[in-house]
């Protein structure tokens, strides 16, 4: 029997003709729409500048499922494209949204039981209807939780306002996957593919520094939460990270009190990090240290298919790593996504 491969970072979206120009339906610009200019192929096109090219592996289930065989990839946790997020746009506008995305990802996962699930996506930037648009795709076939933004607007993670989403999380017991998008920098360095090369890892870290600082994971110790990109730069700046707080607790510590460092792997008595990353850094040395920082229980493969940035075939770094034991290994091959993910018990 073939070894267990979950891939928790792969993006999909619904076919061209499936999805509607919500610039037409809504009467504003900004929102993405696809345009399918030939087989198999289709740019993502916002306010008539094409933001991508995608082909059909993005939307054909029978093409990913091809895909998956070839790379030995038995299940993907699919999401939407982050640029989908639309955080910018009035919030029941994201909500048609957010459910036709969802209704479609749910729809993919009960035609093919054991080989896809699910995680949605909602308006962050009105809690109150994300509340009730977590409440709703939770019980559609195959979801197991949500993916969010680094950030939502001038929000970070640690707003407030976000609060009783995330404590709604929790309750449901919903996986809580976050990607960089709208990256910081993008209009001082629009060249040489700088925002995705270097502003979305310090979105990552943003991201990550938002809620230990703000004392979201704090408050919240059944919270899973995953960072993409291997959480990006902030396992790489930790030192600084902690340094800092040591240094000015008058401005890190105001709100938590605990020391970063207590959120990644105790190095003494081994306990994995209090938060979970993928393993999508393109590096073996730097894949050692991650998991010297977080520990093989805190991290899970992780592909960013089917896009450029992504690994092909998923897993290849892992398996090309002859030092890690087997339990290593399959660690991060199956096991911690499959705690992330929920797959092994009730969600809530």
């Known amino acids: 029997m073939a070894a267990e491969v979950i891939d928790i970072h792969t993006h999909i979206l619904p076919p061209p003709d499936r999805l509607p120009d919500f610039a037409a339906r809504t009467g504003y610009g900004g929102w993405v729409r696809l345009e399918e200019h030939k087989p198999c192929c ?46 910018w746009a009035r919030p029941r506008d994201v909500l048609a949204l957010g459910q036709l995305l969802n209704d479609h990802i749910a729809e993919v996962c009960a035609a093919f039981p054991g080989r896809f699930v699910g995680l949605g996506t909602v308006p962050l930037q009105d809690p109150q209807l994300a509340c009730a648009e977590l409440e709703r795709l939770m019980g559609l076939p195959g979801m197991r939780g ?29 996986a809580v996957f976050v990607h960089p998008w709208d990256m910081m920098g993008q209009e001082q360095m629009p060249r040489f593919w700088l925002p995705w090369l270097v502003g979305m890892p310090a979105e990552t870290s ?21 960072f993409a990109h291997g959480g990006g730069s902030f396992p790489h700046t930790i030192g600084r990270v902690a340094h800092g707080f040591d240094s000015r607790p008058d401005l890190c510590a105001a709100v938590n009190p605990v020391n970063p460092r207590a959120y990644v792997r105790d190095p003494d008595s081994g306990a994995p990090a209090r938060f979970y990353v993928d393993s999508l850094v393109h590096d073996a040395e730097a894949l050692r240290y991650l998991l010297h920082v977080m520990g093989a229980a805190r991290v899970a493969l992780g592909s960013d298919y089917p896009f450029p940035l992504g690994e092909d075939p998923p897993g290849r770094l892992i398996r090309s790593m002859h030092d890690l034991t087997d339990a290593v290994r399959s660690r991060l091959l199956s096991g911690t996504a499959r705690e992330f993910l929920g797959l092994d018990g009730p969600r809530g």
């Open 146 to 174: 949500v993916q969010i933004g680094s950030h939502v607007g001038g929000w970070n993670l640690d707003e407030p306002a976000l609060m009783p989403f995330f404590e709604r999380c929790a309750e449901l017991g919903a």
């Open 206 to 226: 943003r991201a990550v520094c938002s809620m230990i600082f703000g004392g979201v994971l704090e408050r919240l110790a059944s919270l899973r939460v995953c």
């Open 42 to 87: 289709a740019r993502m096109i916002r306010d008539g500048a094409t933001f991508r090219e995608i082909e059909s592996n993005c939307w054909d289930p029978a093409v990913r499922l091809r895909e998956c065989r070839e790379a030995g990839v038995t299940m993907q946790a699919l999401s939407t494209v982050p640029v989908m997020f639309s955080y």
